[in-house]
């Protein structure tokens, strides 16, 4: 059971706005800082957002990511049929001694 | 480029073991810290746990799912990953992803997994 929530689901038409939660607490998210990951149907994950809100090269700028207290968001503007993935927030936990996934959102382009 | 490549993954019975393995090159191997991820069917990502590099000891952290069962090694001359699974249950049957770790331990812990490879799967079935 993951100590991070997201939403099951997220979803919006092409070239829309779509931002997705991410809650945790006090020895996680709100000790730390959150990234972002993308998997592509049939593809590995890859890193999307590391340190709250920076891009990897490669990852277009549609991408952002904020953090505020024990909470997260991943923002994806301009969203393209290409966005269609599972998107999953981490982060290191200081209790557990471990790093800890959310739950996973998938995002469907409409 | 970075690449790593996953292998060793199978059909296995419960209770028994199974090795695997992430090879790796395009990068300094033995500067890195390197993490196992793995995903169940119809679940999602789950951190299995990590090696520090030589330079931190080399020293390892384990998810409370796996530890006591799964051990994490390096080969730093091969540039090589291991992940040995002991005691194996139906429960970890999943496509095992190897990651490189960037990790930074200041006031605050920015660890994240910044390449991946493609996963080899594991069924763990009678």
């Known amino acids: 059971q993951s100590v991070l929530t997201q939403p099951p689901s997220a979803s919006g038409t092409p070239g829309q706005r779509v931002t997705i939660s991410c809650s945790g607490g006090?020895?996680?998210?709100?000790?730390?800082?959150v990234n972002w990951y993308q998997r592509l149907p049939g593809t590995a994950p890859r890193l999307l957002i590391y340190?709250?809100?920076q891009r990897p090269s490669g990852v277009p700028d549609r991408f952002s990511g904020s953090k505020s207290g024990t909470s997260a968001s991943l923002a994806i503007s301009g969203l393209l049929a290409d966005d269609e993935a599972d998107y999953y927030c981490a982060t290191w936990h200081d209790i557990l001694n471990g790093y800890v996934f959310g739950t996973g959102t998938k995002v469907t382009v409409l | 480029d970075e690449q790593l490549v996953e292998s060793g993954g199978g059909l296995v019975q419960p209770g028994r073991s199974l090795r695997l393995s992430c090879t790796t090159s395009g990068f300094t191997f033995g500067d890195y810290a390197m993490s196992w991820v793995r995903q169940a069917p119809g679940k999602g990502l789950e951190w299995v746990g990590f090696i520090r590099s030589k330079a931190y000891g080399g020293r390892t952290e384990y998810a409370a799912s796996v530890e006591g069962r799964f051990t994490i090694s390096r080969d730093d001359s091969k540039s090589i990953a291991y992940l040995q699974m002991n005691s194996l249950k139906t429960e970890d049957t999943a496509v095992y992803y190897c990651?490189?770790?960037?990790?930074?331990?200041?006031?605050?812990?920015?660890?994240?997994?910044?390449?991946w490879g493609q996963g080899t799967p594991v069924a763990v079935s009678s």
């Open positions: 990651t490189r770790v960037y990790i930074e331990v200041m006031t605050a812990v920015s660890f994240y997994l910044d390449y």
């Open positions: 340190d709250n809100n």
């Open positions: 006090s020895f996680d998210i709100g000790s730390n800082a």
